[in-house]
């Protein structure tokens, strides 16, 4: 698959490069979309091809209703869009997708409907005839009064409600703040959310749903006036506090780290810094938001995302439908085109006006540590602690375990004990096996060394830049690990109490594997990888381990389709144990 760069060339750093960049995604979608819903691409997913196609057609609005907020004009997209909208809500149209149920995905993708009402009704509104504004009034009125999903999701009927009220519609406003009063409760410190309300001993999950949620979502409704002056300074107090952790999850190069679901929305998982200009919060310093952002597109914008139509497909660094969750169809990515949403702020913003800057330690304020004070960010909410290397790669010591709810892959994505913009992640393929398990970052542990189990569940804290879980695989096994950072990498402890004998297999960070490229070497308590410019080790300091190179299921990963693992191999006597390694992943020559 070729990369937009290929397509289309480079992102110019300029407002009209942006708004080019933009119609250069969604012209695909946007013209699939007005074919019908028997031409969408196919995926498997837990949706119905109504709601699917309506994906296709609504995720593009986020970026096509910022750009025409802006003054910016894509003719051939609206009207395309229009076509397909138009239809999509009419009882009488084949096309007809259905009203909303309480719970339905149809819910998620009426905000932004509502939104490109409020901000872009010369183009959405006033060109449809007095019978297509009916049908429209009526479906978004019936998504504005449906039941969300107990999450983020209490936004979408509060933004279907704003897209209402934008155009004359009445809305009941009781709900509306029912629902903005249900998303105050799941703000924690330091401006996270938890996306729900979670169960006692389960926390709620704290990934991008914070910034291209939580935060994206309230900064637009405190920009269009549509909460109370009290809501809105909570929204704009909360995510310039905010800023100034998430910062810490991008490298250098762009890379935002691959931490949690729905990575398949690509840009997105940068949207939170052109929402900041959106929204006129300077979270941080102008010429460093946009730094931040240009980076992070430009990066997206290098990798294998696109298919020979330039149209995004259904994956993370390419494509590939094994590492994304159920809930994801061919329409899903667009939602990536949030990231646009600077193109709603004039020509003159400090955003467009700033020359993008470097995120360098010497300018980065996080808290204090003994190791590395200008590299180490604390950062208790999401019970992480981050590192950035001399060369500015990121990664981030975990406490996090799997969602409630069992989302694909839902354990690897949220309960590895390391995640890295480098070297990425690996997700399991099926398998109870090695190979399918794909145990990178992770402690994989066996009773008859076939069938595997990790972390998934347990307790998590901080100790001062230490991370700390303890778990419990079977009813007689108990483990606690410590992980903190060590100069160029992090030390995992793991103290185990065993009522049975186990075997162990313990995973360092992925290399990519190419058989003429990649090099690896294993003794006893190492084993060490190198290819396409990234070197991964691990190193045992106690007795009794061997190193290993497993080879994961290809597809298994999140950055390149085939990689290698070092990992530690050894098998434990029932007792008491203490197993002690040091992981590193750094660019090679």
């Not at 007809?96 to 490109?116: C, F, H, N, T």
């Not at 009125?141 to 155009?167: C, E, I, K, Q, Y």
């Not at 439908?321 to 809930?327: A, F, I, L, R, W």
Request: proline share 7%; aromatic share 10%; charged share 20%.
């Amino acid at each position: 698959m070729p990369s937009l760069h290929q397509i289309h060339g480079a992102v110019s750093a300029d407002r009209e490069g942006w708004f080019s960049a933009l119609r250069a995604v969604v012209s695909p979608a946007t013209r699939t979309a007005a074919l019908g819903p028997d031409r969408q691409p196919v995926h498997a997913t837990n949706h119905d091809p109504g709601a699917t196609w309506f994906e296709l057609v609504a995720r593009p609005l986020w970026g096509l209703a910022a750009s025409a907020a802006g003054g910016l004009r894509a003719d051939a997209q609206w009207d395309e869009l229009r076509s397909s909208l138009t239809a999509a809500v009419d009882p009488a149209h084949p096309w007809y997708i259905g009203p909303p149920p309480d719970l339905d995905q149809r819910i998620v993708e009426s905000a932004a409907v509502g939104y490109a009402l409020a901000v872009a009704p010369h183009e959405l509104w006033e060109p449809l005839t007095g019978r297509q504004r009916d049908h429209l009034r009526d479906w978004l009125s019936v998504a504005a009064n449906a039941t969300p999903v107990d999450n983020n999701w209490h936004f979408f009927p509060v933004l279907a409600a704003t897209g209402l009220r934008a155009v004359g519609v009445q809305v009941e406003e009781a709900r509306v703040s029912a629902h903005l009063d249900r998303l105050e409760e799941f703000a924690i410190a330091d401006g996270w959310y938890a996306d729900g309300p979670g169960l006692p001993g389960r926390s709620a999950p704290r990934d991008y749903y914070v910034p291209f949620g939580f935060h994206f979502y309230g900064l637009l409704l405190a920009s269009l006036d549509a909460v109370d002056s009290a809501r809105a300074a909570r929204f704009r107090s909360r995510a310039a506090e905010f800023a100034q952790q998430f910062q810490h999850w991008f490298a250098d190069d762009g890379a935002g780290l691959p931490f949690g679901r729905s990575l398949g929305y690509r840009f997105a998982q940068g949207s939170f810094w052109p929402v900041l200009a959106a929204a006129d919060l300077p979270a941080l310093p102008w010429d460093r938001v946009r730094g931040l952002a240009q980076r992070h597109l430009d990066w997206w914008w290098r990798q294998p995302i696109a298919a020979e139509d330039g149209g995004l497909t259904v994956g993370y660094a390419y494509p590939n439908t094994g590492v994304v969750e159920q809930y994801l169809a061919g329409g899903s990515p667009y939602w990536g085109t949030k990231f646009f949403a600077a193109l709603a702020a004039p020509a003159d913003h400090p955003f467009w006006t700033a020359a993008p800057a470097a995120l360098s330690p010497e300018r980065v304020a996080v808290q204090p540590s003994a190791l590395s004070p200008e590299r180490i960010a604390v950062q208790p909410a999401p019970v992480m602690v981050l590192n950035r290397s001399a060369d500015g790669d990121v990664v981030a010591l975990n406490g996090q375990h799997a969602p409630l709810w069992n989302a694909r892959g839902g354990a690897a994505k949220y309960a590895k004990f390391a995640y890295s913009t480098l070297a990425g992640i690996s997700v399991p393929t099926g398998g109870a096996d090695l190979e399918n398990s794909a145990f990178d970052s992770a402690l994989g542990l066996s009773d008859d060394d076939v069938h595997w189990r990790t972390r998934t569940s347990g307790s998590s804290s901080l100790d001062g830049s230490a991370v700390v879980v303890d778990w419990e695989p079977w009813p007689d096994v108990t483990v606690s690990s410590r992980l903190w950072f060590d100069g160029d990498g992090h030390i995992r402890e793991h103290r185990i109490v065993t009522g049975r004998t186990l075997h162990v297999a313990e995973g360092g960070f992925c290399a990519p594997w190419l058989e003429l490229e990649t090099a690896s070497a294993t003794g006893d308590g190492t084993a060490s990888a190198t290819g396409s410019g990234i070197t991964s080790s691990i190193t045992s300091e106690d007795a009794g381990r061997t190193g290993e190179i497993v080879h994961p299921m290809p597809g298994s990963h999140l950055y390149f389709p085939r990689t290698v693992l070092p990992t530690l191999r050894s098998v434990l006597a029932p007792g008491e144990h203490l197993l002690r390694c040091r992981v590193t992943v750094a660019r090679s020559s």
